[in-house]
């Protein structure tokens, strides 16, 4: 007779999703598209900003209160004051400008390391890296750019308040728990991360890559694992999200083909969407994975207006592939800067157990 063995024993089943769970995916899918309506109908120009940021603030963040609110509306009035100085200040001085960047970044970084204002390092670090990098083109109307980015933030507030209305958590939920670093641990990754965040500004200025959006956001929010370690996993969960969002916008796209004038059917396709990538969001736990690549990917795709008359082949082909050679690159310099640091005692993490 045999017996079960312990390595015989059934592959563990993902977890089922929960009550709160279910209530998040309902209020992440709900706000990316509400997010989308508005701009659309209203004719907005960087519809993306609309699109992204409602999910960025119901995707990351779980709860919704004073201190969330706050810190995400005081780092958009601190975004606009900042990149109004810099690009009508510096803008002439690429290297001084390049200093004056890598400053803003070490400082919300330094923010995400420590842990209760991670929320407005996160948004800042996003934000202020996507709206320097469009400013600095010549060309581009920088009061349309900010007024853009200050009413998609207001919005998404508005927007996540509704959304906390109508679909409530129907249990409270606990705070994660707070540990403690050690400075030398700080110091290590706020600046891996400031240094990371500011060679891709430069990258993507030298290179004029102005139509990589996806590419650029994937470089910043591997970023939010705060180390090396921790972007692979998320760069390789980053790949695989945008891969599924880009095909999953392909698929409907062919599915719409002429009939994209069908705001309605747009609306039903994009929601079920963005549901399929919230429920894998969530059950991933949060953070930067594949749920939120195929969230963010969506949103960008349809941000930037899906009609028959567009090559949505080539977009998602592009993105896809420019995102890969970014990520690529960024864990390159990540790997290069985590061994340099860690051979200097004041940033040297401490040991793995």
């Not at 567009?310 to 690159?329: K, T």
Request: aromatic residues 10%; hydrophobic residues 50%; charged residues 10%.
């Amino acid at each position: 007779m045999f017996t079960r063995s312990a390595s015989t024993k059934p592959a563990p089943t993902k977890a089922a999703l929960s009550q709160n769970g279910l209530r998040q995916c309902l209020r992440v899918a709900g706000a990316g598209t509400l997010g989308f309506m508005i701009s659309q109908l209203m004719g907005w120009n960087y519809g993306v900003f609309f699109t992204v940021f409602p999910m960025f603030l119901l995707g990351l963040v779980p709860v919704l209160n004073g201190s969330i609110i706050r810190q995400f509306l005081s780092n958009v009035s601190l975004n606009v004051l900042e990149v109004s100085l810099v690009i009508g200040l510096l803008k002439h001085m690429p290297v001084v400008m390049t200093l004056v960047v890598l400053g803003l970044f070490l400082m919300r970084f330094n923010l995400m390391a420590k842990g209760p204002l991670f929320l407005f390092g996160a948004n800042g670090v996003l934000t202020l890296s996507i709206l320097l990098h469009f400013a600095s083109y010549p060309g581009v109307d920088l009061s349309d750019l900010l007024a853009s980015n200050l009413m998609a933030s207001l919005l998404a507030v508005f927007i996540a308040m509704l959304m906390h209305t109508l679909f409530p958590d129907v249990e409270p939920r606990q705070p994660p728990p707070r540990g403690t670093k050690p400075a030398a641990q700080i110091r290590h990754e706020t600046l891996i991360g400031g240094m990371t965040a500011t060679l891709s500004f430069v990258v993507f200025q030298v290179f004029d890559l102005r139509d990589s959006l996806s590419a650029q956001m994937a470089t910043i929010l591997i970023l939010f694992t705060l180390g090396y370690f921790g972007a692979q996993i998320s760069a390789a969960k980053r790949a695989v999200g945008t891969l599924l969002g880009c095909n999953l916008a392909l698929v409907m796209q062919l599915a719409l083909y002429t009939q994209s004038h069908h705001f309605l059917l747009v609306i039903l396709l994009y929601w079920l969407g963005l549901m399929l990538f919230a429920r894998e969001h969530v059950l991933e736990g949060g953070g930067s994975g594949i749920g939120f690549g195929g969230l963010t990917t969506m949103g960008i795709l349809f941000g930037q207006s899906l009609g028959p008359q567009q090559d949505l082949v080539y977009s998602a082909l592009y993105r896809f592939s420019s995102m890969s050679v970014a990520l690529i690159g960024t864990l390159s310099v990540m790997v290069c800067l985590h061994y340099l640091l860690n051979r200097w005692e004041p940033t040297r993490l401490p040991e793995r157990s």
